[in-house]
């Protein structure tokens, strides 16, 4: 749990454009837009004590203020095209925003299954192992033996070597991406997301979905049902 003096930022990305899916952080899921979910989860979060959004759309702002969230300013058009990266966007919000947080907790709209309880276990997490940063994650489906490079069609290498294949399938340590729903970093030590010490929070296959397009969110609609 966070300390009372502690200043805990959610700082929610949504910018407007999207080629997988156009309009996607507004489109109604389960009766709201798809970015109040990650708003009502940060607003339920015991250690979050502000929740602002960086975007560039009037729409996704209005949205936002609706569900709770604060949109202080607009992101400038060169922060929300299809190349800008996640940390000129970050380092951009903290710079306007201008205020001193003590740990800032970036979460994206499209990861609508990510709770306020997830947040929480991430956040005490990382204060346990006493880490600059964490990040959720999700088990790989497949083992890492099972994963190979191509040249020309060809097999080319695998992520482990021949000698070094487990002779059964479940004797295979167990692999983990990056999931997208949150991550958790100081603001004065913040360069990369992932660094040697950060802190992995690993969140089931379900809870881990990732909205990029239409099956996407007819996927997350499915799991909400159940």
Same mark, same amino acid.
């Given at each position: 749990?966070?300390?009372?003096?502690?200043?805990?930022? %959610?700082?929610?990305?949504?910018?407007?454009?999207?080629? =997988?899916? $156009?309009?996607?952080?507004?489109?109604?899921?389960?009766?709201?837009?798809?970015? %109040?979910?990650?708003?009502? #989860?940060?607003?339920?979060?015991?250690?979050?004590?502000?929740?602002?959004?960086?975007?560039?759309?009037?729409?996704?702002?209005?949205?936002?203020?609706?569900? =709770?969230?604060?949109?202080?300013?607009?992101? $400038?058009?060169?922060?929300?095209?299809?190349?800008?990266?996640?940390?000129?966007?970050?380092?951009?919000?903290?710079?306007?925003?201008?205020?001193?947080?003590?740990?800032?907790?970036?979460?994206?709209?499209?990861? $609508?299954?990510?709770?306020?309880?997830?947040?929480?276990?991430? !956040? %005490?997490?990382?204060?346990?192992?006493?880490? $600059?940063?964490?990040?959720?994650?999700?088990?790989?489906?497949?083992?890492?033996?099972? &994963? &190979?490079?191509?040249?020309?069609?060809?097999?080319?290498?695998?992520?482990?070597?021949?000698?070094?294949?487990?002779?059964?399938?479940?004797?295979?340590?167990?692999?983990?991406?990056?999931?997208?729903?949150?991550?958790? !970093?100081?603001?004065?030590?913040?360069?990369? &997301?992932?660094?040697?010490?950060?802190?992995?929070?690993?969140?089931?296959? #379900?809870?881990?979905?990732?909205?990029?397009?239409?099956?996407? &969110?007819?996927?997350?609609?499915?799991?909400?049902?159940?």
């Amino acid at each position: 749990m966070t300390d009372k003096s502690e200043k805990v930022l %959610a700082l929610i990305t949504a910018r407007g454009g999207s080629k =997988g899916l $156009p309009g996607k952080n507004i489109i109604p899921l389960k009766g709201k837009p798809l970015i %109040a979910w990650t708003i009502e #989860a940060a607003k339920n979060a015991k250690v979050i004590t502000d929740i602002v959004v960086t975007t560039d759309d009037e729409r996704i702002a209005q949205a936002s203020i609706e569900a =709770g969230a604060r949109v202080p300013f607009m992101r $400038p058009p060169e922060l929300a095209t299809d190349t800008a990266g996640s940390k000129e966007v970050v380092l951009h919000a903290l710079d306007t925003l201008n205020e001193r947080y003590d740990y800032v907790i970036l979460l994206q709209p499209t990861s $609508p299954l990510r709770t306020a309880t997830h947040i929480d276990e991430a !956040f %005490a997490l990382l204060k346990k192992h006493d880490a $600059p940063s964490c990040v959720s994650v999700k088990e790989s489906e497949k083992p890492a033996h099972l &994963f &190979f490079t191509l040249s020309n069609q060809h097999i080319l290498k695998g992520l482990v070597a021949q000698d070094q294949t487990p002779a059964r399938r479940q004797d295979a340590p167990p692999l983990y991406a990056v999931n997208g729903a949150l991550y958790i !970093f100081k603001p004065d030590q913040f360069e990369n &997301f992932i660094t040697p010490e950060t802190i992995g929070y690993v969140m089931g296959q #379900a809870e881990s979905v990732d909205i990029d397009d239409a099956e996407d &969110f007819a996927y997350a609609a499915w799991r909400m049902s159940r």
